[in-house]
């Protein structure tokens, strides 16, 4: 089976893409992880690709699109996988297309997690820090809250938010993901490729639909 997984950050997207390669032995063509392994070994790519991904910046079409065909054309060539991350706008799914084509591969479907933004907001949201540098203690306000709110349950520091778990910088990052990806599940939409399944409920409740959405696609 041969699938691309899109969903916005916070849908829970990596988790199920991994369960799915992990449960029908596929790849898991994970592009963050791919560039985070180069940028750690040096590669020409990933010094490339650092001085995007350490301010937080998207990496430039050409140089993933590079990256990608560079594995595809390799006898690394992933025959089964499921791609995360990738495409994530039309112009590297036209590239993506092109090199599948020149492999003579065809995709099986494309999976949406299709989650609201009131929901990703409150999810991503719910994580604060202890700012102290001896604790670092983590919370969640919807899962592991703090006995009194806004506290330290370890050492009494007001707690805080990282920049990436504000409310106003999650809906600025939804507002991108959606610019970029309409167009994108337009694209699939058009091949007949896409699948939409709602990303709400326990990991293993969602695997299941997004099982029988596949299931249903074939037959
Ligand atoms: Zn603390």
Not at 27 to 39: K, N, S
Not at 119 to 125: F, G, H, P
Request: net charge positive.
């Amino acid at each position: 089976m041969r699938l691309i997984f899109i969903g916005p950050p916070g849908s829970g997207k990596g988790t199920q893409a991994k369960l799915l390669s992990q449960r029908l032995g596929l790849i898991h063509f994970a592009t963050g992880d791919i560039l985070r392994e180069a940028i750690r070994l040096q590669t020409p790519e990933g010094k490339q690709a650092h001085p995007y991904m350490s301010v937080g910046k998207m990496v430039p079409d050409s140089l993933i699109n590079a990256m990608v065909d560079a594995r595809f054309r390799s006898n690394e060539c992933p025959n089964r996988f499921v791609m995360d991350g990738y495409p994530r706008n039309l112009a590297q799914a036209v590239s993506f297309d092109a090199i599948l084509n020149e492999c003579k591969l065809s995709l099986d479907a494309v999976i949406f997690l299709r989650v609201a933004d009131e929901e990703i907001v409150k999810r991503l949201s719910a994580r604060w820090n202890c700012p102290n540098p001896t604790c670092k203690a983590t919370y969640n306000t919807q899962f592991k809250p703090p006995k009194s709110p806004g506290i330290c349950d370890d050492c009494g520091s007001p707690l805080m938010q990282r920049e990436d778990d504000k409310p106003e910088t999650i809906q600025r990052r939804l507002g991108i993901f959606h610019e970029l990806t309409n167009a994108l599940l337009d694209h699939y939409r058009n091949q007949g490729l896409l699948v939409e399944v709602p990303g709400i409920g326990e990991i293993d409740a969602i695997y299941r639909s997004v099982e029988q959405a596949l299931a249903a696609r074939k037959r």
